[in-house]
């Protein structure tokens, strides 16, 4: 058993120098425990019909850190707080970006904001990708729906940081061609060398103009050659869609220590407190979002 | 070290009135046995054990975390209670606030909890103070005095600065050695229930109870929540904003795993969704993850939810029926 304290250290450099990991505590928002800070929305965009994004601009003055895969809780003043991933890496600096589903009554308050409107923000919380044990691997980074948004971090950070991945491919599903999130990145993601993009919807509406594949996120994998020994999957989405994800990995020979899963479950503090996040010993939100397959070995989730 | 009568006791603590608040277990006009303030009334430490969730003096059943104005900014006016002097608990209850102390300090610091508990001073009660005279544990130094009961006398064991300055005020009181006799009553009480418990959490970490059983039990339970409300170790939260005029307060209250709302994943999927699913968190949850993350079992059998449980299935009679079961 992997003790819950053995906190990841990003002491190490990376090859690529465009930034290094921090000591965390010292470089978040947010005062004391469950003060957030106050920051302006900057700009609003559609991604979906239910998915916006939302961009906040961090000044330099603001020592805020993250690594990709981690999330912050966000404020909507008068309707609580929601955890929200940071969906830009950290190699893009000075602004966040946050891709949220009109979900419930705070994200739907949300939506109706306008840019100046002002939010909090307390973060960046949880154990994201460890991008230390992705370093040199041929990178498998599925997403399933909303599961995008917190993949694009990392993706975002392979591309600033190529040289640091052997190859790199990217498995996408959703339900249907509307609901893609980030149409754009992954047009560009597709046409580009950096990356090996593939996208596969559930169904497709009549006489729509979508010509991709269609089909369930799983049935992207048997095709691929996998050389298994030095890749490392990624898995970002519905816990619904792991168990078959899984198991399409273990037949390309992936056993679970290259098998790197999110999960995600509502959450009030983000700081390990409140226990709404909890999985059997662990607590979503400060030993995750992000786990090692191998450390869900014989809890309540991996059944 | 000094013995003192439980009369020069509350003499002491009439005369540092002003300087604290003191809180400690009393009796209702209708004979309840509740936790109060220190009124004409003597406190009742011979009484037994308060029958609700004490910590909850630190982790109150809802707080403040914060104010905000319409025009963003947070409310900075703390309060400027007294500093609280609790006194009246158990061994089994002080151990339990020094887990809910780790928990709150440990990783991120929480605050709002730790602010309020670090002014505090702490008075346990042990030796002959049961109900019929019968021998409490001797915590032996979870607390920062404790009050250790040979029948006639309360001999003082101090065990921490704040608890040096107290003793240090009491005037009254003669020098004894006799404290030796009551520890060595103390470390010889047998505690057949903390050995059930242990088998309990073994027999669970080793999957060797079955899925029938915590149907079987969760079917007696009526989701009221009673045990989880009473827990002196049960922490969980929820938290939520109220609209006032031209500001928001966000609070927290305290939320409970055996309500079916409890857990969602972001997906909506509820990990939690039956009953029997949330029995065997609550008590695993005791005996088997806090023993992984915390290095020891969180349960300290202080009976509070066997008391309150309407349905005779609190943690140590589950205990008692798995050892019986499985073991
Ligand atoms: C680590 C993490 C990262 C996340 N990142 C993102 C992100 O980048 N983008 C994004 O859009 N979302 C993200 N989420 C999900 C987001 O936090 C939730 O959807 C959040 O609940 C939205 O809050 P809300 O108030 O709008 O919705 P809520 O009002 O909480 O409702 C959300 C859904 O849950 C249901 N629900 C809520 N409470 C209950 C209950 N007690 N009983 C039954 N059903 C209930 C609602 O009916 C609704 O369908 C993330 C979640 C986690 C844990
Ligand atoms: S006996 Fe019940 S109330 Fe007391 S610590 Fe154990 S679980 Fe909590
Ligand atoms: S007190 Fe008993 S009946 Fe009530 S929720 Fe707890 S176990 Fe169930
Ligand atoms: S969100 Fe509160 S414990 Fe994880």
Redesign the interface.
């Known amino acids: 058993m992997v003790s819950c304290f053995e906190k990841k250290q990003y002491s190490e450099r990376g090859n690529c120098d465009c930034f290094h990991f921090g000591v965390f505590m010292d470089s978040r928002i947010g005062h004391a425990a469950y003060e957030p800070a106050i920051y302006s929305i900057h700009s609003i965009s559609d991604l979906t019909p239910h998915e916006k994004l939302f961009r906040i601009e961090i000044p330099d003055a603001v020592d805020f850190r993250h690594e990709p895969g981690q999330f912050v809780q966000l404020s909507v003043w008068g309707w609580g707080e929601a955890p929200i991933s940071i969906s830009n890496s950290p190699t893009r600096k000075g602004y966040l970006e946050f891709a949220i589903r009109h979900a419930g009554s705070l994200t739907g308050a949300l939506h109706q904001m306008r840019p100046g409107s002002k939010i909090g923000l307390r973060g960046p919380f949880g154990n994201g990708f460890d991008v230390n044990r992705l370093r040199s691997q041929n990178l498998l980074l599925i997403a399933g729906g909303c599961g995008l948004a917190p993949l694009r971090s990392l993706i975002q950070y392979c591309e600033d940081c190529r040289d640091e991945f052997m190859d790199i491919r990217i498995l996408y599903g959703a339900k249907t061609p509307h609901d893609l999130l980030y149409k754009s990145d992954l047009a560009a993601w597709m046409e580009s060398e950096t990356f090996d993009c593939r996208i596969i919807v559930d169904f497709v509406a009549p006489n729509h103009g979508y010509s991709g594949k269609i089909g369930l996120l799983p049935e992207l994998i048997p095709p691929l050659e996998v050389e298994a020994e030095n890749t490392t999957a990624v898995l970002v989405g519905p816990p619904m869609m792991y168990p078959f994800v899984v198991e399409a990995l273990r037949k390309k020979g992936l056993d679970d220590e290259r098998i790197m899963v999110s999960l995600e479950r509502h959450m009030k503090c983000g700081i390990g407190k409140c226990g709404h996040c909890a999985i059997d010993h662990f607590s979503c939100c400060i030993d995750g979002p992000v786990f090692l397959l191998r450390d869900l070995q014989g809890t309540e989730w991996a059944g | 070290m000094k013995t003192i009568t439980c009369d020069q006791f509350h003499h002491f603590l009439y005369s540092i009135r002003e300087d604290f608040e003191i809180v400690g277990p009393v009796i209702l006009h209708d004979g309840t046995l509740s936790l109060g303030r220190l009124t004409a009334e003597p406190l009742a430490l011979f009484a037994g054990r308060i029958p609700f969730r004490f910590t909850s003096l630190f982790f109150p059943h809802s707080e403040r ?2 104010a ?1 104005s319409d025009e ?1 900014r ?1 409310d900075k006016s703390g309060s400027s209670a007294k500093p609280l002097l609790v006194v009246g608990w158990r061994a089994e209850d002080l151990e339990a606030l020094e887990f809910i102390d780790e ?2 300090r440990t ?6 909890f730790c602010d309020r508990r670090q002014s505090s001073v702490v008075i346990g009660v042990s030796g002959r103070c049961g109900v019929n005279g019968e021998f409490c544990r001797i915590s032996e130094g979870k607390c920062d005095m404790e009050l250790i009961y040979d029948g006639k006398h309360f001999i003082m064991a101090e065990y921490t600065e704040n608890g040096r300055f107290l003793s240090e005020k009491i005037v009254w009181g003669e020098e004894t050695d006799s404290l030796e006799a009551l520890l060595q009553e103390s470390r010889a009480l047998r505690t057949p229930e903390r050995e059930i418990l242990q088998t309990a959490s073994q027999l669970l970490m080793r999957n060797q109870v079955d899925d029938d059983f915590w149907a079987e039990i969760a079917d007696r339970c009526i989701q009221c929540t009673s045990c989880t409300n009473v827990c002196p170790t049960c ?7 109220m ?1 006032l005029k031209r500001k ?1 307060e ?1 609070y ?1 209250m305290w ?1 409970s ?1 055996q309500m079916s709302g ?6 909506g ?1 509820n ?1 939690l969704a039956s009953q029997s ?1 949330r029995t065997r ?1 609550r008590i ?2 005791k005996l ?3 023993l ?2 915390w290095g020891r079992m969180t349960c300290f059998l202080c009976g509070r939810c066997d008391d309150v449980c309407p349905t005779g299935i609190g943690m140590k009679a589950v205990a008692a029926e798995i050892v019986e079961r499985f073991g």
Not at chain 2, 107 to 112: H, L
Not at chain 2, 235 to 241: A, G, I, L, N, P
Request: proline residues 2%.
């Open positions: 975390l914060f905000m963003y947070f928990f709150f990783g991120f610091r929480d605050d709002v922490t969980c939260f929820d938290v939520y904003d609209r928001i966000r927290r939320d795993c409890f857990m969602r994943e972001a997906s999927h990990p699913d968190r695993r949850h088997v993850d806090d992984h993350r």
